[in-house]
């Protein structure tokens, strides 16, 4: 059975940093492109960051770029999502994604994303 687990997520101040992890299984995360979407309350579902199955290529929303950097590891059929430089606005819930198409539409479009995580939250408040 195909499963997409986040962990990593809490509570932080702003400025600090958080890791986020999403382990697969019952699939190789190479053969798909990734992806972290988030939502905080009230809001739709956004695309923070996807990275592609065979290049590497990543695609990663202006409201985040320079802070957040996705990566993955292939030997742990996982994928990160590395976020510095937190700021109130990223507190939401982050749900990792799988899908076929490229990391932007993707990212940009929801209905690309075939399997979702169950989420993990993140805050960042003083």
């Known amino acids: 059975q195909l499963q997409l687990v986040e962990s990593g997520g809490g509570l932080v101040q702003p400025g600090k940093s958080l890791r986020l992890s999403c382990a697969a299984s019952g699939f190789t995360v190479n053969y798909y492109t990734i992806g972290w979407f988030r939502q905080a309350p009230g809001k739709d579902r956004e695309g923070v960051s996807c990275?592609?199955?065979?290049?590497?290529?990543?695609n990663v929303a202006d409201s985040v770029k320079g802070r957040f950097t996705i990566s993955r590891d292939n030997a742990k059929n996982t994928v990160y999502l590395q976020m510095n430089s937190l700021k109130p606005e990223d507190t939401g819930v982050y749900y990792c994604?799988?899908?076929?198409?490229?990391?932007?539409?993707?990212?940009?479009?929801?209905?690309?994303?075939?399997?979702w995580g169950q989420g993990t939250q993140v805050t960042v408040s003083s």
């Open positions: 994604a799988a899908g076929l198409s490229t990391v932007q539409l993707m990212c940009n479009m929801k209905t690309f994303v075939t399997y």
């Open positions: 990275i592609s199955s065979r290049d590497g290529n990543t």
